[in-house]
C-alpha cells in the first residue's frame, strides 16, 4: 500500500494538544495493524531547539542518533513506541539552512532562489522522506496556529502535497477550540469558524475538525461547525479534556475518529485492538496508594521543561498501581535553613538535568538531606554529578570539590570537561562524519553502558550492556574513582572501555542512584523504564515503612 499522510494543523491559540491529538491517532491506526511514522515541522527560525532557553521552549528531547528535537517527539515515541530520529523534526530554521548552502554550492545554477519553488519544494523533500520503511501512514504535525507568518510556507507545502499524491493519499486535520462561557453557559463555534476560514483562504480545506472542549458537543453544535466550516457532520469531533493524557488515544476511539480516517483515505477495514491502552487508564483511575517526589531543579516555573520527566515518574507509578505526586521545588530557594522544611513529607528526591551554575548548591543541599535521611534519591545527568560533588564535599572532605563548569579554578575538579574525548568528538564533527552524533563538544545520543553485577543498576536493568540517551559536555573525573569507591560509592555503569562513567550509586542507602544520561527519554507507559520502575518502588517502601 502506498504511504497515506496525514497533516494536523492548529487554529485558535497554541497548546491545544497538536501533538498529542498526532500521537493518539497514530497509536490508534497502530492499534489497528498499520504501520505508522510522524513528523513534526516546527516554523521557528532556529535550526534546532538545543540552543532555546526552556523556559520559552519547554525540554529539548533527544534521540537515539543525537537529533536535539521538540518536545512533541517524546508524545510520538511515548505513544508509538518507536524510536524516532533527525528527520522526524525539521524546522524553518534548518530548511532554510538546507537551501541556502545548496545555493552558496551552486546546486541552483544562478538561479533566483525562492519561497516558491524552492523553501516549499525543501519541506515536501523533508515530509516525503519521512516514510523510508514502508510505512502504511506518516501523520506530519504543523507546528504553530493557523495565521502565524512563520507557518506559511509550510502550509503551502502540504497545499501543494494533496495535488501532487492525490486526494485518497491526503488527509487534513484540523484542531482548534471550541471555548464554553460559563457566564452564559453556551459553546461559542465563531473561533472554529474563523480558523477554517483562515485555513482555506491559504487553499486548504480540512477534512476532519478537531473540536478541542470542556464538554462533550452536542449534535447541534457539531452541525452547526460542520454547515460554516464545509465539513460533513460526521467529519466533526469533540476533542474533550481528559484527566490523564493516556486517555485521548481511548477518548478520540469513541469519538470514532480513526474509521473516519479509515473511511477517507480508504485504509483496510479493521476495529483497534486497544487491551492495554484500556488497562492502562484502568490503572490510572483506580491507584492503590500515593507516593510524594520533589523534583529539585531550576525550570520548574514552566512544567514543559521536564515533561519527559514529569511522564517517566507517572509510569514507574503505573508500574507499582500507584499515583505519584509531584513537588515541584525551586533549586535557587533551597538554602542550608529550609531544606528539611521543602523536603518535608516526600517519598522519594530527584534532581533533573540542566546547564549553568545557577541553582546548583540548592541541589547539593537536597541530595545531602536524601543522603543523610535515607530518602531514595535519583539523579539525572547534572543530578548525578551534583551528587557527585556532595559526595566529595562532605563524606571525601574534598570541601573545594566542584566541576570544571561551575569552577575552573577549582583544585577538586571531580567533574571536568574531558578534553581528549571532546577533541576526537569536534574533529568527527568538523568531518561531518556520519558515525558520530552531531554536536562537536556535547555527548549526544545513545551510547552503550556496561553495568556491573550485583548492584541496584543490574537489579533494575536485568542484563548487563545497556544503550541510553545523553546530552551533556561533563564527565565524572576517573582520577577520583578509587577515593570514591572506597568511600562507599560504587560507579556501576562504566562505557565499555571503561573510560567514561555512567551510573553511580550508594551502597549503605536504601536507594540513592544517579545516572549521567536521561532514562526518561526511553520510558514508556506501557513500559516503564526500570530505573523509574525502581525508583518509585523504593520511595512506596519508604511511605509503607512510615519512615518521617
Avoid at 88 to 113: A, P
Avoid at 536 to 546: F, H, Q
Wanted: net charge negative; with cysteine; aromatic share 8%.
Amino acid at each position: 500500500m502506498k504511504t497515506k499522510f496525514i497533516f494536523v494543523t492548529g487554529g485558535v491559540l497554541s497548546s491545544l494538544g497538536k501533538g498529542l491529538a498526532a500521537a493518539s491517532i497514530g497509536a490508534l491506526l497502530q492499534a489497528r495493524g498499520l504501520k505508522v511514522t510522524i513528523q513534526k515541522l516546527d516554523p521557528y527560525i532556529n535550526v534546532d531547539p538545543g540552543t532555546m532557553n526552556p523556559f520559552q521552549h519547554g525540554e529539548v528531547y533527544v534521540t537515539d542518533d543525537g537529533a536535539e528535537t521538540d518536545l512533541d517527539l517524546g508524545h510520538y515515541e511515548r505513544y508509538l513506541d518507536i524510536s524516532m530520529s533527525q528527520r522526524n523534526n525539521y524546522t524553518s530554521g534548518s530548511i532554510y539552512n538546507s537551501v541556502i548552502t545548496k545555493e552558496r554550492r551552486g546546486d541552483y545554477l544562478g538561479g533566483t532562489v525562492q519561497v516558491i519553488p524552492h523553501i516549499t519544494d525543501e519541506i515536501k523533500s523533508a515530509v516525503l522522506g519521512v516514510a523510508q520503511h514502508d510505512e502504511d501512514v506518516a501523520i506530519i504535525e504543523i507546528g504553530g496556529t493557523v495565521g502565524d507568518i512563520e507557518s506559511l510556507p509550510f502550509l503551502e507545502a502540504i497545499r501543494q502535497l494533496r495535488s501532487n499524491l492525490g486526494k485518497d493519499n491526503v488527509l487534513y486535520i484540523h484542531l482548534t477550540l471550541v471555548p464554553l462561557m460559563r457566564a452564559a453557559g453556551e459553546l461559542k463555534t465563531k473561533p472554529t469558524q474563523h480558523s477554517v476560514k483562515e485555513l482555506r483562504s491559504i487553499g486548504i480545506q480540512p477534512d476532519i475538525i478537531l473540536c478541542r472542549s470542556e464538554v462533550d458537543l452536542g449534535k447541534d453544535i457539531k452541525a452547526k461547525i460542520a454547515l460554516f466550516c464545509n465539513v460533513d457532520e460526521d467529519a466533526v469531533f469533540t476533542a474533550i479534556d481528559v484527566q490523564s493524557i493516556y486517555e485521548v488515544p481511548l477518548a478520540l476511539y469513541e469519538e470514532g475518529v480513526d474509521q473516519k480516517i479509515a473511511i477517507l483515505l480508504r485504509l483496510p477495514a479493521k476495529n483497534p485492538h486497544l487491551p492495554r491502552w484500556k488497562e492502562l487508564v484502568t490503572r490510572l483511575r483506580t491507584p492503590k496508594d500515593e507516593v510524594r517526589i520533589a523534583i529539585v531543579g531550576k525550570y520548574v516555573d514552566l512544567r514543559e521543561s521536564y515533561k519527559s520527566l514529569h511522564e517517566a515518574l507517572i509510569h514507574g507509578g503505573v508500574a507499582h498501581d500507584v499515583s505519584v505526586r509531584l513537588e515541584y521545588i525551586n533549586s535557587e530557594e533551597v538554602v542550608g535553613d529550609t531544606v528539611a522544611e521543602s523536603m518535608a513529607g516526600v517519598h522519594g528526591v530527584l534532581v533533573p538535568g540542566g546547564f549553568g551554575h545557577r541553582g546548583v548548591e540548592g541541589k547539593i543541599a537536597a541530595i545531602r538531606f536524601a543522603r543523610e535521611q535515607g530518602v531514595p534519591f535519583f539523579g539525572i545527568c547534572l543530578g548525578m554529578q551534583c551528587a557527585v560533588i556532595e559526595f566529595a564535599r562532605n563524606v571525601l572532605s574534598l570541601p573545594s570539590a566542584n566541576s570544571e563548569e561551575f569552577d575552573p579554578t577549582s583544585p577538586d575538579p571531580v567533574i571536568y570537561l574531558m578534553a581528549e574525548w571532546y577533541d576526537h568528538r569536534r574533529q568527527c564533527h568538523q568531518k561531518r562524519d556520519a558515525g558520530c552524533a552531531k554536536g562537536g563538544t556535547m555527548r549526544l545520543g545513545a551510547y552503550p553502558c556496561r553495568i556491573k553485577p550485583e548492584t541496584r543498576a543490574f537489579v533494575a536493568y536485568g542484563e548487563d550492556v545497556v544503550q541510553e540517551r545523553h546530552r551533556h559536555r561533563y564527565e565524572f573525573n576517573d582520577r577520583y574513582a578509587e577515593r570514591f569507591e572506597a568511600a562507599g560509592m560504587v560507579l556501576s555503569g562504566l562505557s565499555p572501555d571503561n573510560a567514561l562513567v555512567e551510573i553511580v550509586e550508594l551502597t549503605d542507602h536504601p536507594w540513592f542512584l544517579g545516572c549521567q544520561f536521561h532514562p526518561e527519554f526511553k520510558s514508556r507507559p506501557l513500559d516503564p523504564h526500570p530505573l523509574f520502575r525502581d525508583f518509585i518502588g523504593a520511595a512506596l517502601s519508604r511511605k509503607i515503612s512510615g519512615v518521617p
